[in-house]
């Protein structure tokens, strides 16, 4: 590791920064993991379009339909690929307790920059805030790698900014991806201040949290390789501005990529989000693939609407 369990959270305020992308996995029309789309699109994402951090084997990767030995093997192509240019950040989310422990201590020993561990789902429970504290605890107690929670829907509760607020007095808790209505986040943000990174995956949000919060990190979803290609960098380019203060300018280019957002929007079915992303990066020139089941491929009625939508939205290729 490149830093100390106690230097953790030093250590990702100067180096977690900027925009991190959440991975897509391809796999083959066969189910089996295609190993090399990973590492050519990992190679578009750091050398075409800037991307400063990859998030790794999570939700958009189909994690759960993974096995352990897949999402180490992801963890330790995307270290291996990224080779220090930019940072990692590993999903060791599970629901079993020893997995995440194996996880996070894979990540650790392969050369991962961070982990990230998504809140349990729990069952029967209507107090989560000390259950929920104790298990990032737990983890925290047994690596030394710095640790970002995660809160969203998915689990059935959301975290409380009181209870994020507690568990970043953690030693290797160092960020937080926090998939929460703006006011909670923003909540958090002044709570925490600088002790850990505050995010969210909401695009269209990131100006403006950039603006009002002094937002360092974009963390993260699929829209920095959805939303550009090597000659149009949008998204880079309007955060690189409002980096610099230039926020007049920052929100003109990001005003700009609405017809981009419209067109995926409008086109994505409501059950099946990862199809769509990797059909979109497939017309984009990226490896995308098959989803894994129990998830639905597009259909071609599907496949021709999302193209005519791609083909008018004016990205650039």
């Known amino acids: 590791m ?33 190993e090399a789309g990973l590492r050519s699109n990992i190679r578009h994402w750091v050398d075409d379009l800037d991307i400063q951090g990859l998030f790794i084997a999570g939700k958009q990767g189909e994690f759960f339909s993974m096995s352990l030995a897949e999402r180490k093997r992801n963890f330790e192509i995307a270290v291996e690929e990224c080779d220090g240019q930019v940072g990692t950040i ?25 982990i990230v561990v998504h ?15 104790n298990y990032y605890k737990a983890i925290c107690d047994q690596v030394d790698i710095g640790i970002a929670m995660w809160s969203h829907p998915d689990s059935g509760y959301l975290m409380s900014p009181e209870l994020c607020a507690r568990i970043a007095e953690l030693p290797n808790i160092v960020a937080i991806k926090y ?30 949290n950039i603006e009002e919060l002094n937002w360092k990190l974009y963390l993260c979803s699929s829209p ?26 920052a929100r003109q280019i990001r005003d700009s990529l ?18 769509h992303g990797k059909y979109w990066q497939e017309l984009l020139g990226q490896v995308g693939g098959a989803v894994r ?9 599907e496949k021709a609407r999302t193209r005519e939508a791609f083909e008018a939205c004016g990205l650039k290729l």
């Open 179 to 208: 998939s929460v209505p703006r006011e909670m986040y923003v909540r958090l943000s002044h709570m925490v201040g600088d002790k850990i990174h505050v995010s969210t995956a909401s695009e269209v949000e990131w100006l403006d």
């Open 224 to 249: 920095p390789y959805q939303l550009q290609t090597k000659n149009d960098r949008r998204m880079h380019d309007y955060t690189q501005l409002a980096f610099q203060g230039r926020f007049a300018e």
């Open 119 to 133: 809140a349990p789902m729990l069952h029967f429970v209507t107090d989560p805030d000390d259950t929920v504290f």
């Open 258 to 275: 609405d017809p981009v957002r419209r067109a995926i929007l409008d086109t994505k079915p409501g059950g099946k989000p990862q199809a």
């Open 293 to 301: 089941s129990p998830l639905l491929q597009l259909t071609e009625e």
């Open 2 to 34: 490149k830093y100390s369990k106690l230097d953790a959270k030093d250590h990702a305020r100067e180096h977690m920064r900027g925009i991190w992308a959440a991975a897509l996995n391809p796999f083959h029309d066969d189910g089996s993991f295609n």
């Open 90 to 114: 590993m999903s060791a989310s599970d629901q079993n307790f020893d997995t995440v422990l194996e996880l996070a201590r894979h990540a650790q020993d392969c050369g991962a920059d961070y």
